[in-house]
T-cell receptor
Framework: DAEITQSPRHKITETGRQVTLACHQT?????MFWYRQDLGHGLRLIHY???????NKGEVSDGYSVSRSNTEDLPLTLESAASSQTSVYFC????????????FGPGTRLTVT | GEDVEQSLFLSVREGDSSVINCTYT??????LYWYKQEPGAGLQLLTY?????DMKQDQRLTVLLNKKDKHLSLRIADTQTGDSAIYFC?????????FGSGTRLQVQP
């Protein structure tokens, strides 16, 4: 069965370190998204991609970067982790076209100390 | 302010109906969605409604859309303890989905 996975599920890192969160989907979806979830804010869009080599900034992109070298993967990199980036991170994917369901991964809980 | 607004908490008794409300601001949204998040899990699509519809029913779920007031609601009939979760409404934003902050539904036995 097709799925979307994230790794690691939990990560503790120190301020200033570079961290990469992995997202892998086997739906063969063109669209992939990264969100962060914080209490009282719902999900906020960090970066998104509509296909290979395409990346776009979302609402809260500062301090984050993504790259899309193939259809299946959209890794999220925190260049220099900050305590404000402690959050739960969700990756999602969807097919092309408007109105199609976004499938979410199980999330990565990141703690920056 | 937020593009999509929801109340934060709703408590109901098992067997009662639950109504979760949402207001949005983007009148060009083509689709509006309800997602469910159970503890420790990602979001799962519950249902969606196309913007030219007023109502959609799917088993115990009824979605009502008032485009004039930009108001969306989700009614869960015969609410069960397994319905306890956080419910997010979302609209088709300019780039991707724009989510509300979520409504935590607590179902008391």
């Amino acid at each position: 069965d097709a799925e979307i996975t994230q790794s690691p599920r939990h990560k503790i890192t120190e301020t200033g370190r570079q961290v990469t969160l992995a997202c892998h989907q086997t739906w063969n979806h063109n669209n992939m998204f990264w969100y962060r979830q914080d209490l009282g804010h719902g999900l906020r869009l960090i970066h998104y991609s509509y296909g290979v080599q395409d990346t776009n900034k979302g609402e809260v992109s500062d301090g984050y970067s993504v790259s899309r070298s193939n259809t299946e993967d959209l890794p999220l990199t925190l260049e220099s982790a900050a305590s404000s980036q402690t959050s739960v991170y969700f990756c999602a994917s969807s097919g092309s076209g408007e109105g199609l369901e976004q499938y979410f991964g199980p999330g990565t809980r990141l703690t920056v100390t | 302010g937020e593009d999509v607004e929801q109340s934060l908490f709703l408590s109901v008794r098992e067997g009662d109906s639950s109504v979760i409300n949402c207001t949005y601001t983007d009148s060009s949204s083509t689709y509006l969605y309800w997602y469910k998040q159970e503890p420790g899990a990602g979001l799962q699509l519950l249902t969606y409604i196309f913007s030219n519809m007023d109502m959609k029913q799917d088993q115990r779920l009824t979605v009502l859309l008032n485009k004039k007031d930009k108001h969306l609601s989700l009614r869960i009939a015969d609410t069960q303890t397994g319905d306890s979760a956080i419910y997010f409404c979302a609209e088709t934003g300019r780039r991707a989905l724009t989510f509300g902050s979520g409504t935590r539904l607590q179902v008391q036995p």
